[in-house]
């Protein structure tokens, strides 16, 4: 059965209200509203699921959940997000399509992308006035200046629909976005295992695409630079704890000690044991 969500305490009958979801919050699990979601991303990166297709969430997503939708996020234990939660007609009367915005769901499922995405000054404007109306809302529960409270979610549909304006989630030639959120991406789920189809889908790149741009950009390639990854934050815990080779071994995700010390030693010039004595 899925959790219905949808708020209860409304700052009116069109406006429900506006969250602050730090990293680490519980917001990920699978649910629904009986309204309008606007999720911004505005730090970290997971996965985000609507109705069943995954996409891939960071700085700067912005995702359009409608009423009915089911959604849920994953890997989303760095995922840093402003939620804005209203009616449909709220949104037309602010003059927003929202026979459009279904449109762009459809769309932005079958690339499996966001609804848009914020440039950084984008996102900077739009990060202070989410901050401003959470704010607001979480002190007062309910706010008796609604008209500044509207006032202000006007300018964020401003910000936003410049942002569709501009068009797609899929980043132009030459941005370097994608190939930075990956290797951020990579950071933050290095202990997994990260198939380079799945970090290609995540940018809508082919794997031959995905490798020779990432290695343009950091000199190695994704998988490369995930292992680099690994064997750093190893020598981290060689030096800061008394693990076993082999705790530190899995918890760095390496499936065997044997290959995680060959390795090592590639990198370092010493064996795991060596190193931890020299330190």
Do not use: W
């Amino acid at each position: 059965m899925v959790e219905n969500l949808t708020p209860g305490i409304k700052l009116d009958e069109t406006f429900y209200d506006v969250r602050h979801h730090p990293a680490g919050s519980t917001f990920c699990r699978r649910h629904s509203h009986d309204c309008v979601e606007i999720v911004f991303i505005v730090g970290g990166s997971g996965e985000h699921s609507i109705n069943g297709t995954r996409m891939f969430a960071y700085p700067g997503s912005v995702f359009f959940v409608m009423p009915g939708d089911v959604h849920e996020f994953s890997a989303c234990g760095t995922l840093e997000q402003f939620t804005v939660s209203c009616a449909p007609e709220l949104l037309l009367f602010f003059g927003v399509d929202v026979s459009r915005l279904r449109v762009l769901n459809h769309l932005s499922m079958q690339k499996q992308s966001s609804g848009c995405r914020l440039n950084s000054r984008d996102l900077y404007d739009a990060r202070k006035i989410l901050a401003e109306m959470s704010g607001e809302f979480s002190r007062a529960g309910a706010l008796s200046d609604k008209l500044k409270f509207h006032s202000l979610f006007t300018l964020l549909l401003a910000i936003v629909a410049q942002a569709m304006e501009r068009g797609s989630d899929v980043p132009e030639k030459n941005d370097p976005v994608c190939e930075i959120q990956i290797e951020r991406f990579i950071r933050e789920h290095f202990q997994q295992n990260l198939p380079l189809k799945k970090l290609a889908a995540l940018c809508h790149y082919s794997v031959s695409q995905l490798v020779r741009r990432f290695r343009r950009r950091y000199g190695v390639t994704p998988i490369a630079r995930q292992l680099e990854i690994r064997l750093d934050h190893a020598a981290q815990l060689l030096q800061s704890t008394e693990l076993t080779v082999s705790e530190i071994a899995y918890r760095c995700g390496f499936s065997t000690c044997t290959y995680f010390s060959r390795r090592f030693r590639l990198r370092y010039g010493v064996s795991p044991t060596r190193f931890r004595l020299r330190e």
